[in-house]
């Protein structure tokens, strides 16, 4: 079943006299419960292509549909609903809110998309518990290790139960083997949730375990 289909992305900075043309005329489609691995060098597009599928950024011209339906023509309050239902992000760097436990920081996408609180908690210590965080819920970002702060961020990313996870450079901020373990950790919650990743990474080797391996090159994609 597709979910995701990138129809004709072009992205544009800047005005007429100096134009920066960060992705020509994208075309992509994403099947639930399948892996992605996006590869290429710095500069090439793949955050920002990763910013539109997720809505976080609308492209200069083209589409993105989901389930069928265009995604850009919501308004900003609809892609925001649109992103907490559907959508999950893990980023390089956790984006864990300091002041916060590890547990609110989960809770609250679930709480933000209108979940009461107990179910929120509940589902919330679940997911922890089930990523070996369990005796870590009241630690705050800065009391975890980088590990166990990816592990959160990529909980958190779960807790919604979305269908897709866009996830840029994940473990490029960690050590090899905790690298491995948060992308080995990423494959299980795929294989057990059916969630469909996309992940953007420069670690060829991680990205050859994924289901289809995509390269962008000046902005525009090849397939392997």
Known sequence: ME?????G???????SGKRVEVL?????????????AVVGASGAGKSTLLNILGALDRPTSGEVSFRGEPVF????????????????FVFQFHHLLPEFTALENVMLPALIGGEAPVIARER??????????????DHK??????????????????????EVVLADEPTGNLDTRTGEEVFNLLLELNRTMGTAMVIV?????LASRLGRRLKMV???MLED
């Open 3 to 7: 979910l995701i289909r990138a129809t």
């Open 73 to 88: 023509r919501c308004d900003d309050k609809r892609l925001a609903a649109f992103r907490n239902r559907h959508m999950g």
């Open 124 to 137: 919330a210590e679940r997911l922890l518990s089930e990523v070996g965080l369990a005796s870590r819920l």
């Open 9 to 15: 992305l072009t992205k544009t900075y800047g005005d």
């Open 218 to 220: 000046d902005g525009r």
């Open 141 to 162: 970002p800065g009391e975890l290790s980088g590990g166990e702060q990816q592990r959160a961020a990529i909980v958190r990313a779960l807790v919604q139960s979305p």
């Open 201 to 205: 990474t420069h670690n060829e080797g």
């Open 24 to 36: 020509k005329g994208i075309d992509l489609s994403i099947a639930k419960g399948e892996t992605i």
